[in-house]
Antibody
Framework: QVQLVQSGAEVKKPGASVKISCKAS????????LHWVRQAPGQGLEWMGW????????KFSQKFQGRVTVTRDTSASTVYMELSGLRSDDTAMYYC????????????????WGQGTLVIVSS | QSVLTQPPSVSGAPGQRVTISCTGS?????????VHWYQQLPGTAPKLLIY???NRPSGVPDRFSGSKSGTSASLAITGLQPEVEADYYC???????????FGTGTKVTVL
């Protein structure tokens, strides 16, 4: 079955960077797009960006452009999301989520989700 | 502030029907982009409930249904039971933002 397993919680100081991993299993890694979504404590969901499963191209929300990098290791079926210049309002649960349908492209149908990675930014 | 607006909360008695609206604009729902709905139970990751405006993924009960008209979409839940108490979010693409946006979220309470 499809599984997305994310790395563990992180505590970072303001200005630092954090790199979260999302290891996929149970499907052909390069056939499905992966998205990143975050949720601040007590707040709603916020879409951050996505990576095309086929060619690895990425697209991010304007809010995060210049601060977020998404890379992948296809041999390890793992996607990495790095957020730099951390601020206290980046404290949130970060999720990776896979598209429901294959083909590598994005439709916003996030059919499988990781368990989430809590990032706390505090001095 | 999201460009997709939802009511903060809706409630109903067991067995009743409730609807959640997702109001957008001509750059997202009104432009023809699909609306998807997610359910988030307390302390868990979101779950895809409705995709492509009206379609249920395998395993989602038919008590959940979606619709779309003009610049808005709706999620209906029939036969309310305690297990549907959760937060619900719509998601669509916005051409002016060149990206996806979630709705503001709605908390469903079973009285």
């Amino acid at each position: 079955q499809v599984q997305l397993v994310q790395s563990g919680a992180e505590v970072k100081k303001p200005g630092a960077s954090v790199k979260i991993s999302c290891k996929a299993s149970g499907y052909t890694f390069t056939s499905y797009a992966l998205h990143w979504v975050r949720q601040a404590p007590g707040q709603g969901l916020e879409w951050m960006g996505w990576m095309n499963g086929g060619n690895g191209n990425t697209k991010f929300s304007q809010k995060f452009q210049g601060r977020v990098t998404v890379t992948r290791d296809t041999s390890a079926s793992t996607v990495y999301m790095e957020l730099s210049g951390l601020r206290s309002d980046d404290t949130a649960m970060y999720y990776c989520a896979r598209e429901l349908s294959g083909g590598g492209g994005s439709w916003g149908r996030l059919g499988s989700w990781g368990q989430g990675t809590l990032v706390i930014v505090s001095s | 502030q999201s460009v997709l607006t939802q009511p903060p909360s809706v409630s109903g008695a067991p067995g009743q029907r409730v609807t959640i609206s997702c109001t957008g604009s001509s750059s997202n729902i009104g432009a023809g982009y699909d609306v998807h709905w997610y359910q988030q139970l307390p302390g868990t990751a979101p779950k895809l409930l409705i995709y492509g405006n009206t379609n249920r993924p395998s395993g989602v009960p038919d008590r959940f249904s979606g619709s779309k008209s003009g610049t808005s979409a709706s999620l209906a839940i029939t036969g309310l039971q305690p297990e549907v108490e959760a937060d619900y979010y719509c998601l669509s693409y916005d051409s002016s933002l060149s990206g996806y946006v979630f709705g503001t979220g709605t908390k469903v309470t079973v009285l």
